[in-house]
């Protein structure tokens, strides 16, 4: 073995990855992007959910109890309402994970020692998200009533909790993985193939030279963008199809809303990817780059949106990243429609941030191909 010979190769190597810095950015930014994730963004035991009570009686009892809420790692309450209606408003919009209910015979109930009952109604579209939540509840309110239960009362603080806890799962009340896997894998593929499609049907342009023939042409920037992503636009409905059936007929996910407002949700969604997928197509500059630039989009949009792991379990910065990918709408969205029968108006304010980032993602690729063409 000559050493010379060696250290030549291993120079012009060094060279070759120095002169690909797309490709070396990737190389040195994907681990530190998955060391970041896995280490401080991904928690499944989720914190801090935010709760909505419906407090019906005024002892000291239920005072206790809710401090003890407060105070939990568990719970962190947001609304204090009137009725059970205006939590069930709350839940189907996805604006608090709980709604708890104290009944107004509570403390009467609770000195005869009759164990009376807290509602506690859950959103269990994604079971990982509230299953460690539920389980502490009973033990959080015995401590917290426990401390007022002295002196005569000494004895209903027995090892049981003096109340009883009814949880009612709303929208998957047997907490199947597969009602929160199914429909969010719809936005998942079509984040997935939707980018890497477009990034790579214009860079293989590029490779075969057939994108000189197609700048030739009196084709203006936006009519050849859009030539170019109509068509995926109806792969991306054929996917969805398919998906639908399947998870209707095999893993028996219902689809309690309506089929035609998931349609037009999706016409937004799949624009959005595909905008993402031709911006990278200006920047790649063959198929192999295109494919890094999908692969370093769909890494934080799998692991930040809520799909493999509950988006209120992660840090705040983890989630204000999460709110900028259209994914992480659009799984509140589908999983809405599908499963708790959301209508137009319970999406709307998941709509606009995906019609927002549509937008940008378009404005810049439009921008970047005009550049291409000068």
Do not use: C
Not at 140 to 159: D, N, T
Not at 181 to 194: A, E, F, H, S
């Amino acid at each position: 073995m000559s050493w010379s010979r060696f250290l030549a190769i291993l120079i012009k190597e060094f060279r070759q990855v120095r002169r690909d810095r797309l490709t070396f950015g990737m190389m040195v930014g994907v681990p530190i992007i998955q060391l970041l994730l896995f280490g401080f963004a991904i928690n499944s035991d989720p914190k801090h959910l935010p709760a909505a009570i419906v407090v019906a009686d005024q002892s000291e009892f239920s005072r206790s109890f809710v401090a003890g809420l407060e105070n939990s790692e568990y719970f962190r309450i947001t609304h204090r309402l009137q009725s059970e209606a205006e939590g069930d408003e709350l839940l189907a919009t996805g604006q608090v994970q709980f709604v708890l209910v104290v009944p107004p015979d509570f403390s009467r109930k609770l000195i005869r020692g009759e164990h009376p009952v807290i509602l506690l109604a859950a959103d269990a579209t994604d079971p990982s998200a509230t299953g460690n939540a539920i389980a502490a509840l009973s033990g959080i309110g015995q401590r917290a009533i426990g401390r007022e239960l002295y002196g005569p009362l000494a004895s209903l603080r027995p090892a049981d909790a003096p109340f009883e806890v009814r949880v009612q799962r709303r929208y998957n009340p047997e907490g199947l993985t597969s009602y929160n896997v199914v429909p969010g894998l719809i936005g998942v593929i079509l984040t997935m193939t939707m980018v890497m499609m477009t990034s790579l049907a214009m860079t293989r342009e590029r490779e075969r030279g057939t994108m000189e023939n197609l700048l030739a042409t009196p084709a203006r920037p936006l009519e050849v963008m859009l030539g170019k992503i109509v068509p995926y636009i109806l792969i991306g409905y054929v996917q969805v199809i398919v998906i639908l059936i399947a998870a209707r007929l095999v893993f028996n996910v219902p689809m309690v809303g309506s089929l035609v407002l998931l349609s037009v949700v999706l016409v937004l969604f799949i624009a959005a990817n595909l905008a993402v997928g031709f911006t990278f197509s200006t920047i790649a500059r063959n198929q192999l780059q295109a494919m890094q630039l999908t692969f370093f989009f769909f890494l934080p949009s799998m692991l930040l949106t809520g799909f493999m792991f509950p988006f209120r379990g992660m840090p705040a910065w983890a989630q204000a990243i999460g709110e900028l990918l259209p994914l992480t709408h659009f799984l509140r969205i589908v999983r809405g429609i599908m499963l708790k029968g959301n209508g137009i108006v319970e999406v709307t304010a998941q709509l606009w941030p995906i019609a927002l980032f549509m937008l940008v993602a378009g404005l810049v690729a439009l921008k970047r191909y005009r550049q291409t063409v000068d």
